[in-house]
């Protein structure tokens, strides 16, 4: 069930109004069945068995590591049992076809010639998100942050809740359980604000994500004829097609919680508004990040193995040298585990060890940028530096993201090789140039939404909430802006006969 | 505590009021907004000329297709009989429509006689071929009951029903809507038709004299349009309708649609109703294939001059209905005849162009 159709929108009205009129002490009854229901809807009903065996195998394990904090052996078995289970299906579900297709390249090297053919197997919805979600879980009551949940449907729940399921937000079991299993006495704020959320999430992804794939689209399925600012063009129009649809899928995941009182972790907080790589990954993906830094970067950098490896750097370049080469070496685990996570296939890879790159160097010539920005007398307060800074990174960002968005890393280079030759800015007035965004209406409205988006994100930054301003503002204002924004949606939504709109970037995870 | 509690209440019942106030202000902003985005289509002006009518100031209602809007002139029945007539009728239509046409027209007016033109149930239906006649009623008519009945009953299943319930969700890429006036006018959904739903065409084509008139035989009503037209006939005797059936002339495509024609004419009469066969009063009417038609299923102004006044003479000779040319309450439609006189002019002189070029 795709979450802009009208079918879930009749779904999820059905699923609020029959989580208010419940009996509170069951709200919690009703997420669930309403997430099966979402799931049975969203793929073949045989995938289930997955989602089961991993909820189940979560719940066992940490039901017996709670029961036997004194059997640390024990514990430690049931923790790598339970993992074992959900990494294994991941693995074998999303990397089958990867291992099979490299392992054969690497034999055919030494001369044979071996065929092979695919496997079809089709994985769970969101298998990516809700594996990590519950290993979070696991692990979180092996180290004792959390308690195991006694309840098997509280834990289901946990695991599966609707909205969240297919594109994250990776939560924390935590800060998860103290709002979803809350008895949540009907809010009109809250639904008023889930709503005009949705809305948000909406147009985002919509009127610009949509509007911008047809650029993009153009380019990259064609990429043999294309070169120069059409490419760059391309890359950029991606990076931000991406960041409507991800951070609008966001929205709407965010704003439907709400509307049940249910407060999700932010997955975005204005990413282009970042001065630096490292400051970006910070705000984009938030909880993915934050979560492969605590489940394995922090793990990894506190492991015997990597003590090892400090003391011996240390002895070899001193103490500075080893901490960063330690740092860094963690952090491009971590990366490679992120590129891995996108898929299987070098192109994620690539995307992943660009931004592991550019942030080491970023981070490695701190020290000369700074003397040379002084030297030049270069205001790093300034308002034109800061841009700079911006745009800067909104570049490295997306030429990372060139990779992520070729059909193969083979294709990404020869994209980014292209990049370089016959650049011809001029282009960008050409007829073609134009109707690869489809017209000039098309343009201006793509204009209109950065505009928008900026002015809001501006705003935020400021720390202000726009909702609540929306909110004290006049009767007849505000419901100009909520009409204004559902009619926008209306009319300039890329939907209808004939326009097959793309499904969520991230459902495809 | 109790204090409290009322004005709680009290706060509960004005968030209730706005909350239903919004929707409602957003319901009718909503159908202004689709009906702003709609394409102004013939179809669409006769169906939108037919809800600004005063209500029940019309004798006869003509209803059916592009097969009655270019036969039969309301202002030449109006100039020559009196009647106040008007052609509820759309582009390419299909039987499946006509019994929710029949109740649309009957929201606003009580005539006095409905003419039903019948040539659409000698078209087979297909599947593929429900779009364009479907979309050519609902897409005209207001948002009710009858509309959201007809998507119902007649969508095919492989067919998307968002885009018919909503239509907006079908018209909303039409942008330059927002800046057209056309568009603005018609965005009220009711725009007088000066014209009664007429449409003057300034086209010809001279045809073959091809005419199944000598075919007596009854054949069988197409299977696809038979129900319909029981259905029909049982609709007009439940509402106790006073309907004449009129199949209008045309080059039919063969004599086994003649048949077809026929026996659609023995099925109407054994119920009781009067059915005026415009093939076989072909001569009758004197129209002629090679000036009077602009294609083989329709005729140019000669031709309804000729049909309309065969078919008022008709009216009538059959019916009593009032002549409205000395009513007070009608003077407009003497301006109106007026000035559609000046475009039969005009279209006149292009047609005879036509003709010309057609002859040489």
């Known amino acids: 069930m795709n979450i802009l159709s009208f079918s879930f929108l009749l779904f999820f009205v059905a699923t609020l109004v029959v989580y208010y009129l419940v009996p509170k002490k069951i709200q919690y009854i009703v997420l669930f069945v309403a997430s099966a229901v979402f799931f049975l809807l969203s793929g073949p009903a045989y995938t289930a068995i997955y989602l089961l065996l991993s909820i189940a195998s979560v719940y066992y394990s940490a039901k017996y590591m709670q029961k036997n904090t004194d059997n640390e052996r024990g514990r430690k078995h049931a923790l790598l049992f339970a993992l074992l289970i959900n990494l294994a299906m991941l693995a074998v579900l999303k990397y089958t076809n990867f291992v099979l297709r490299n392992s054969v390249s690497v034999i055919n090297l030494f001369g044979a010639s071996i065929a092979y053919s695919t496997v079809e197997w089709i994985a769970p919805i969101g298998i990516s998100f809700y594996t990590l979600q519950v290993v979070g879980y696991l692990v979180d009551v092996y180290w004792g942050i959390s308690e195991a949940q006694p309840n098997a449907i509280k834990v289901a729940l946990f695991g599966m809740y609707f909205p969240q399921i297919s594109s994250g937000p990776i939560g924390r079991y935590h800060q998860l359980s103290a709002t979803l299993y809350r008895e949540n006495h009907f809010s009109y704020q809250d639904v008023c604000f889930g709503l005009q959320r949705i809305a948000w999430g909406v147009a985002k992804k919509m009127i610009l994500a949509e509007r911008l794939s047809g650029f993009v689209n153009g380019v990259f399925s064609s990429y043999s004829q294309y070169a120069g600012v059409y490419i760059w063009t391309a890359m950029l129009a991606f990076s931000l097609q991406l960041y409507a649809d991800f951070s609008g899928n966001m929205d709407i995941v965010l704003g439907v919680s709400e509307c049940f009182g249910i407060r999700l972790p932010e997955n975005f907080r204005r990413p282009f508004f970042s001065r630096s790589i490292q400051e970006f990954w910070q705000r984009w993906h938030i909880t993915m990040g934050e979560w492969l830094k605590d489940y394995v970067m922090f793990p990894v950098l506190r492991s015997n193995c990597w003590k090892k490896l400090g003391k011996w750097t240390k002895t070899k370049w001193g103490r500075k040298a080893s901490q960063q080469i330690t740092t860094y070496l963690g952090m491009l685990v971590l990366w490679i585990v992120i590129g891995l996570w996108h898929g299987g296939s070098w192109k994620f890879l690539a995307q992943s060890l660009w931004s592991w790159l550019m942030i080491v160097l970023g981070q490695i010539s701190q020290p000369l940028s700074q003397k040379v920005l002084t030297a030049l007398k270069i205001d790093q307060r300034s308002f034109s530096w800061k841009l700079f800074q911006c745009f800067r990174t909104l570049v490295l960002f997306s030429v990372g993201l060139l990779f992520f968005r070729a059909d193969s890393l083979t294709v990404g280079l020869h994209m980014l090789k292209s990049s370089f030759t016959n650049f011809a800015p001029v282009k960008v007035f050409s007829e073609e140039f134009l109707s690869l965004f489809g017209g000039g209406e098309n343009m201006t409205v793509i204009f209109i939404c950065i505009l928008v988006l900026l002015l809001v994100a501006a705003f935020q930054d400021k720390g202000y909430s726009i909702r609540k301003w929306v909110a004290s503002q006049g009767l007849v204002f505000r419901w100009v802006l909520y009409y204004g924004l559902f009619f926008a949606i209306v009319i300039y939504g890329m939907y209808g006969s004939g326009y097959n709109s793309s499904d969520f970037v991230y459902r495809g995870f | ?360």
């Open chain 2, 1 to 360: 505590m109790a204090e409290r509690q009322s004005v709680d209440n009290i706060k509960t019942w004005k968030l209730m009021v706005r909350v239903i106030a919004f929707f409602i202000v957003g319901i009718m902003l909503f159908t202004w907004v689709s009906y702003l985005f709609r394409p102004v289509s013939p179809s669409r002006k006769n169906i939108v000329g037919y809800y600004a009518l005063e209500e029940n100031s019309i004798d006869t209602v003509f209803v059916g297709g592009s097969s009655i809007y270019v036969f039969w002139a309301p202002l030449m029945g109006w100039n020559e009989f009196g009647f106040a007539s008007y052609n509820f009728a759309i582009d390419s239509m299909r039987s499946f429509l006509m019994l929710y046409l029949f109740d649309e027209l009957l929201k606003t007016q009580t005539p006095e006689l409905i003419v039903c033109d019948v040539r659409s149930f000698v078209k087979v239906l297909d599947e593929d071929d429900y779009e364009a006649p479907l979309r050519n009623g609902v897409d005209s008519f207001s948002y009710s009951l009858n509309r959201f009945r007809a998507i119902k009953n007649i969508l095919p299943n492989n067919y998307s029903p968002i885009e018919y319930y909503l239509d907006i969700a079908k018209y909303h890429t039409n942008t330059s809507a927002l800046t057209d006036e056309t568009q603005w006018l018609y965005s009220s959904n009711r725009v007088e038709s000066y014209n009664k739903g007429f449409s003057l065409m300034q086209k010809h084509e001279a045809l073959e004299n091809i005419n199944y008139s000598d075919i007596n035989e009854i054949g069988e009503i197409p299977a696809s349009t038979k129900d319909n037209l029981e259905a029909l006939l049982d609709y007009c005797d439940g509402k106790k309708l006073n309907v004449l059936f009129v199949s209008t002339p045309y080059q039919m495509p063969s004599a086994e649609t003649k048949k077809e024609m026929n026996a659609i004419k023995q099925k109407v009469e054994s119920r009781g109703y009067l059915f005026v066969d415009g093939i076989d009063s072909f001569d009758e009417i004197g129209l002629d294939f090679k000036t009077d038609f602009y294609d083989t299923y329709h005729i140019n102004i000669y031709g309804a001059e000729k049909f309309t006044r065969f078919l008022g003479k008709y009216i009538a000779e059959h019916f009593s209905l009032p002549d409205r040319r000395a009513d007070d309450a009608y003077q407009q439609w003497y301006l109106d005849y007026a000035r559609w006189m000046i475009n039969v002019e005009k279209t006149k002189i292009i047609i005879d162009q036509l003709i010309q070029q057609s002859i040489v």
